[in-house]
């Protein structure tokens, strides 16, 4: 079974420090790999999704993330933060094959002036 | 176009009443998921039907959960005999086909179970 872990339940930061959000994955079979953002009191909305290809991914706002296979890592980035950045994020998988999503237990992003 | 759209946005119940929620996927939209939500937690997968075959629910966590889709457009989840513990929020969400990568995600029904 597969299984993700968000290393960070609540990450603070101050406006336009660097943020990185941890995300590890476990999984004997090739994944698909996403993050998803939560805004208060809205939906979930992706932010950015690994398929194949280039290990580094670029998503809406600014954010990137990495795939590493060796780490089972695919951790979550921006340089510089906003208040608006302000939110819940998780990361998922999916087996290649599969459709169903499974999450990570979340990490909420504060962003302090 | 609109989005996922879900009924009702918050449901206050007693213990071992029957709820019903409701989803509007996109239109087009053949894939349909069910998924929860508890407080503190990540989304647990539940239900998830495509076109019309048979409805994968490998993760409803008891009989008490049932959900039907008529062809490819509204679906209902129904939680019989309402337990507290199943307080949390009931995410729905599409997407355009089976190999489609991206899930489209309505805001969700918060249950509260009293």
């Known amino acids: 079974a597969q299984s993700v872990t968000q290393l960070d339940s609540q990450v603070p930061v101050f406006e336009e420090a660097p943020v990185e959000l941890r995300c590890n994955y476990s999984s004997s079979v090739s994944v698909y790999l996403f993050w998803y953002v939560q805004y208060p009191n809205q939906g979930l909305q992706l932010l950015l999704k690994y398929l194949s290809g280039s290990t580094l991914v670029k998503g809406i706002n600014g954010f990137e993330a990495e795939f590493n296979k060796s780490q089972t890592s695919f951790h979550l980035r921006k340089p510089s933060v906003h208040i608006s950045d302000t939110a819940e994020y998780f990361c998922a998988v999916r087996i290649q094959g599969a459709q169903k999503l499974v999450f990570g237990q979340g990490t909420r992003l504060t962003i302090n002036p | 176009g609109a989005g996922v759209s879900q009924s009702p946005s918050n449901k206050v119940t007693e213990k071992g009443k029957d709820v019903e929620l409701r989803c509007d996927p996109i239109s087009g939209h053949t894939a349909l998921y069910w998924y929860r939500q508890r407080l503190g937690q990540g989304l647990e997968f539940l239900i998830y039907?495509?076109?019309?075959?048979?409805?994968?629910k490998s993760g409803l966590p008891s009989d008490r959960f049932s959900a039907e889709r008529t062809g490819e457009s509204v679906s209902t989840l129904t939680i019989q005999r309402t337990q507290q513990e199943d307080s949390a929020v009931y995410l729905c969400?599409?997407?355009?086909?089976?190999?489609?990568?991206?899930?489209?995600f309505g805001p969700g029904t918060r249950l509260t179970v009293l």
């Open positions: 039907f495509q076109g019309n075959s048979a409805p994968d």
């Open positions: 969400a599409s997407s355009l086909d089976v190999g489609d990568d991206t899930q489209y």
